[in-house]
Nanobody
Framework: QVQLVESGGDLVQVGGSLRLSCTAS?????????MGWYRQAPGKERELVAS???????NYADSVKSRFTISRNNAANAMYLQMNSLKPEDTARYFC??????????WGQGTLVTVSS
């Protein structure tokens, strides 16, 4: 069974930086294709933050462009999100999602990011 585990969430001040990580396990006979970071703030719907294909093509929500950078390490089955110039509105639980070659869609449990003003 494929599992995703996120880490790196924390309490940070406005203007600060954080790096989130997502690591996959259980990929026997399967590979990760497109991966993405999503976030959900209290009382709001989950939204896409950024996504990245296996070949490195990226897509960002307008609200995070130029501040966040998504990357991945295919050999390590890992994905990262470098978040700079954090704002209070970035406060949310951040989830990792991955699709696989065998058409599985997997979500992590999330990691909490709190930006304090």
């Amino acid at each position: 069974q494929v599992q995703l585990v996120e880490s790196g969430g924390d309490l940070v001040q406005v203007g600060g930086s954080l790096r989130l990580s997502c690591t996959a396990s259980g990929l026997i006979g399967d590979i990760l294709t497109i991966m993405g970071w999503y976030r959900q703030a209290p009382g709001k719907e989950r939204e896409l933050v950024a996504s990245i294909t296996r070949t490195g093509s990226t897509n960002y929500a307008d609200s995070v462009k130029s501040r966040f950078t998504i990357s991945r390490n295919n050999a390590a089955n890992a994905m990262y999100l470098q978040m700079n110039s954090l704002k209070p509105e970035d406060t949310a639980r951040y989830f990792c999602k991955a699709n696989t070659w065998l058409n599985r869609e997997v979500w992590g449990q999330g990691t909490l990011v709190t930006v304090s003003s």
